[in-house]
């Protein structure tokens, strides 16, 4: 694929710019007056922390403030070569062969410009001097045309002789480097993206500006205009979708990155904009400068004054921006914090700021306070970090910002709450869509991003640490300010890390006094996110905290069909994970191995007849969270064509230590169930089944070596022994799970499956082992009960013993498949009887107990605990009236959702 871009259409756009199109209403600067930048440099003359910001911010624009004004105002380049979002999305060193995927080419503009390294051999490309033909080729108005370019020019610098046959090795024209392969690699197309465009010019901007805001100093407001009025100039005529390459085909939406990229960075140019904007106002070298450079370049607009060239960056930039929201959409709601942005630095009337920001609210925070999109730990949590920044952004100007956001907008209380209460063991989110890697943990809250002032590519960046203070004020929620002490380390030292804030001392000491009175350790318990179908089951403390989670909805932004997917946590280790994050750098995302990880076959759950969900989600039908019972069951027959489609999870506590995982599955239709197991690293040993060769299962998915029992008997075990592949535990040896298969008819043994280990970046592959439990039909509707118990152990091993009953009920006395009762022989002679009944045809069952005695419930679960005497012990009831067993009744005359009692 080569683009050709029209340098004529690109020269149109150019010299369409004139005097301000709309009068401007900016004054001066919206989102830092003069009261916040005279309390930045107060800090910064009396502390030395801020005064080490400074420090850091004025060194990192010194490369930009050496430089003249003519040598930035070059830095900026058109839209007339292609741009490319990779080099190669699933490419290789040209050198050595070695794998170098999607982001992993090096870029370093201010060191090494227009040049990107291979990561696998140091060596830098293209080996041509293309500055050189890029200057030979730029127009009277310093835009790059291809037809004015010298291609003399293009040869490999280091064999300049026709006849080396290394001569044309590496050389590339802006369209890629070609080999006699037809290989493609496109250095320059990506480096105008990540090297000059991404870290020259925007880096540029954004380090100026900072600077002038830390020292006052208005040589530094004088570049950054310079930089910016050239950006306006050109940034209409970007367009990243007729113009851009993406994964080797057609660009999409854009300005110079693509759509999301391009709604960041536009913001971002708004934010440098008002920094300097005061300083601006007054410059007449800058208006003496401009004005001759758009003499020279035959511009529209002469900016013969400050108000031309205000009106140039507002309408090119800004205005532009807003007249083309397709260029700047993005994950919810970030296209809409640009706008507000824009708005604000434009200083439009509020209620045409409020008119972005109540609809954008509600709908940011509709879904438990998130916006429903997947990709847990990151497309959810990426534009929550945006809003984070946002509020802060307009907080540190506003004081009763905030407050009066959470007036209008109460469930953003949920918003920050959501990633507090998913987050598992302090190291797990639930990965549930686009998002993380096998079994890799995010020991972090993710909600927002803490990135300290002169740190990370944007300098001044508001602080969220503060930000969570003043959510902790403003709902007395303690899980804020614990999490913002979390995310220092455990410690109170630098906080609030706030440049643009008040006294530090006095933060530490009004965090340090709440820590001292709460703890440190927020209290999570089970729950069930309903709107965003998510349920998570907490027991445990300390080392032998576990969690247990069920996502009982498939597809949506950045979903996997994987509804009813089951996961859990313990003993510090991911023992049922998700895939991950798709594996693109394979391919692209329509390649088999990108598609493979959206399959419903990817997942720890069921598959009707080979088929993927459809997109869908279910809902609660039970829900207990009082341990040692805590069971989640949700139905969605919306992801079986109107079928059932129903799974039930119980967490069990046996004791501190030890607990277990019920599982059942009920479905129906189609001829053919297949249920998928995968945990973590490690072997995979199975026990009571007679193994054999079977064919592979197809179905376009990426799995291998199918060796299946045809007829096994129920109570068959399977143990999974764990390997310390992350470097979690040093002890996860000794770690494992113990499987026990209680399921009628089956078919079952194990397969492998393709998982990329290293993650997104990363080419590194391994087929893990799975377990298959099946049942087909030879005709429709099959239904099918699958019934599985899950033991995680540490070093003692596996210490419960599992095994199904029969279950006599009113019908006929006939016994039913549906109908679950099983005997769980605990360590030191005591046992539990659980009952849960086919809950689509209701009544009282009879359970024989290996005691010779009988229990009776008409609910739809029931526990009973014996001690070794066979005294009950513990008693959970839910759905019915009567739970009994010999002399033991528990009644429910008023039908509560769920009863206990404990001895």
Same mark, same amino acid.
């Given at each position: ?264 960075? &536009?913001? %971002?140019?708004? =934010? !440098?904009?008002?920094?300097? +904007? ?7 070298? *800058?208006? @003496? #400068? ?80 998130? &916006?429903? %999109?997947?990709? =847990? !730990?990151?497309?959810?949590? +990426? ?7 946002? *509020?802060? @952004? #307009? ?354 043994g194990r397969s492998e499956a393709w998982i990329n280990t290293g993650g997104y970046d990363s080419t590194e592959e391994q087929w893990i082992p799975r377990l298959v439990v099946q049942r087909e039909s030879d005709k429709a509707p099959l239904a099918s009960t699958f019934v599985s118990v899950y033991e995680p152990h540490a070093s003692d091993g596996p210490v419960l013993q599992a095994e199904r009953l029969l279950v006599a009920n009113p019908f006929n006395d006939s016994y039913l498949d549906a109908d679950v009762a099983l005997h769980i022989r605990y360590p030191g002679g005591g046992y539990a009887i659980v009952l849960l009944p086919e809950t689509a045809r209701p009544g009282m069952r009879k359970v024989l107990l290996p005691n010779g005695a009988a229990m009776e419930s008409d609910g739809d679960l029931a526990l009973l605990r014996f001690d070794r005497g066979d005294k009950v012990i513990y008693a959970g009831f839910a759905g019915g009236t009567t739970l009994k067993s010999g002399s033991f009744v528990l009644d429910n005359p008023a039908s509560q959702p769920f009863i206990s009692t404990q001895d």
């Amino acid at each position: 694929m080569r683009l050709q871009i029209t340098a004529v259409a690109i020269i149109g756009l150019l010299l369409a710019g004139a005097s301000s199109a709309q009068e401007a209403l900016k004054q001066n600067s919206a989102l830092y007056p003069p009261h916040v930048v005279e309390r930045v440099r107060a800090n910064v003359a009396e502390g030395q922390w801020a005064a080490d910001i400074r420090k850091r911010i004025v060194t990192a624009a010194e490369p930009w403030h050496a430089m003249d004004d003519e040598a930035l105002w070059k830095l900026m380049f058109g839209a007339t070569l292609p741009r490319a979002w990779m080099v190669w999305s699933d490419g290789h060193s040209p050198i050595t062969g070695d794998p170098v995927p999607m982001y992993n080419w090096k870029m370093d503009a201010m060191g090494h410009p227009w040049k990107v390294q291979d990561p696998s051999s140091g060596e830098w490309f293209p080996k041509n001097d293309f500055k050189a033909y890029y200057d030979s080729g730029l127009d009277k108005h310093g835009v790059f045309d291809e037809s004015l370019a010298d291609r003399s020019l293009l040869f490999n610098s280091a064999h300049p002789n026709p006849n080396d046959t290394l001569h044309l090795f590496g050389v590339d024209d802006g369209h890629g480097y070609v080999n006699d392969k037809g290989e493609r690699w496109r250095f320059i197309a990506a480096y105008l993206i990540y090297g000059q465009w991404k870290q020259a010019v925007l880096g540029g901007i954004g380090k100026l500006s900072a600077a002038y805001v830390v020292t006052g100093d208005t040589t530094y407001a004088h570049q950054a205009g310079v930089m910016l009025d050239r950006v306006a100039d050109l940034y209409p005529t970007f367009d990243f979708k007729p113009q851009g390459i993406m994964y080797e085909g057609p660009g999409t939406a854009g300005y110079v990155s693509t759509w999301h990229d391009a709604c960041e960075e &536009t913001r %971002e140019l708004a =934010l !440098a904009y008002d920094m300097v +904007f005061p300083a601006l106002q007054e410059n007449t070298a *800058l208006v @003496e #400068f401009l004005a001759a450079q758009a003499n020279q370049c035959g511009l529209a607009n002469p900016k013969a004054t400050f108000a031309a060239i205000q009106g140039n960056i507002e309408d090119r930039i800004l205005r532009d921006a807003l007249a083309h929201p397709e260029k700047i959409h993005s994950n919810y709601p970030r296209a809409e914090i640009c706008q507000a942005v824009i708005t604000k630095t434009l200083q439009e009337p509020d209620a045409a700021l409020w008119a972005i920001l109540d609809p954008m609210l509600k709908k940011a925070t509709a879904v438990d306070g998130v &916006t429903g %999109e997947k990709g =847990l !730990a990151n497309y959810t949590a +990426f534009t929550i970090q945006s809003l984070a920044q946002f *509020l802060a @952004e #307009f907080s540190k100007a506003d004081p009763d910002f905030l407050p009066a956001i959470l007036a209008r907008q109460p469930r953003l209380h949920d918003t920050y709450r959501f990633h507090i209460d998913t987050l598992c063991l302090g190291r797990y989110y639930p990965l549930s869509g686009d998002t993380g890697g096998y079994a890799v943990p995010i020991d972090r809250y993710v909600g927002m991003n803490f990135i300290q002032p002169g740190g990370g590519s944007w300098p001044l960046t508001p602080s969220t640490y503060r930000l969570l203070w003043d959510l902790y004020e403003a709902t007395g929620d303690v899980a804020f300010a614990q999490t913002l002490y979390h995310a220092n380390g455990d410690r109170l030292d630098g906080l609030p890390h706030d440049i643009f804030g008040g006294d530090s001392a006095a933060f530490q000491q009004r965090l340090g006094t709440v820590i001292e009175r709460e703890g440190v350790e927020i209290t999570l318990e089970s729950v069930n996110k309903e709107a965003w179908h998510l349920a998570i089951l907490r027991s445990g403390k300390g080392k032998n905290r576990r969690a247990l989670w069920l996502d009982y909805d498939a597809g949506g932004p950045h979903g996997h069909q994987d509804g009813m997917n089951l996961g859990l946590f313990a003993h510090g280790i991911d023992m049922l994970p998700e895939m991950g994050y798709p594996a693109v750098q394979f391919g692209g995302w329509g390649a088999p191995k990108g598609l493979w990880y959206r399959m419903t076959a990817a997942h720890n759950t069921l598959v009707v007849d080979g088929k993927n969900q459809p997109n869908g989600a279910g809902e609660t039908t039970l829900w207990i969270a009082e341990p040692p019972l805590q069971a989640i069951r949700a139905s969605a027959p919306a992801l079986n064509g109107g079928h059932r489609y129903e799974r039930t999870a119980l967490l069990i506590d046996v004791d501190d230590e030890h607990f277990y995982v019920i599982d059942i599955f009920r479905v129906d239709g189609g001829t053919k169930h297949t249920k998928f197991v995968q945990s973590h690293f490690g072997a995979l040993k199975v026990d009571g089944l007679n193994l054999a060769e079977a064919p592979d299962y197809g179905h376009d998915t990426q799995t291998r070596k199918f060796r299946l029992d045809p007829k096994p008997e129920p109570g068959w075990q399977a143990r999974w022994t764990f390997e310390d592949f992350h470097g979690l535990n040093p002890k996860s040896a000794a770690l494992g799970m113990a499987y026990t298969d209680l399921t009628y008819g089956a078919t079952a043994g194990r397969s492998e499956a393709w998982i990329n280990t290293g993650g997104y970046d990363s080419t590194e592959e391994q087929w893990i082992p799975r377990l298959v439990v099946q049942r087909e039909s030879d005709k429709a509707p099959l239904a099918s009960t699958f019934v599985s118990v899950y033991e995680p152990h540490a070093s003692d091993g596996p210490v419960l013993q599992a095994e199904r009953l029969l279950v006599a009920n009113p019908f006929n006395d006939s016994y039913l498949d549906a109908d679950v009762a099983l005997h769980i022989r605990y360590p030191g002679g005591g046992y539990a009887i659980v009952l849960l009944p086919e809950t689509a045809r209701p009544g009282m069952r009879k359970v024989l107990l290996p005691n010779g005695a009988a229990m009776e419930s008409d609910g739809d679960l029931a526990l009973l605990r014996f001690d070794r005497g066979d005294k009950v012990i513990y008693a959970g009831f839910a759905g019915g009236t009567t739970l009994k067993s010999g002399s033991f009744v528990l009644d429910n005359p008023a039908s509560q959702p769920f009863i206990s009692t404990q001895d």
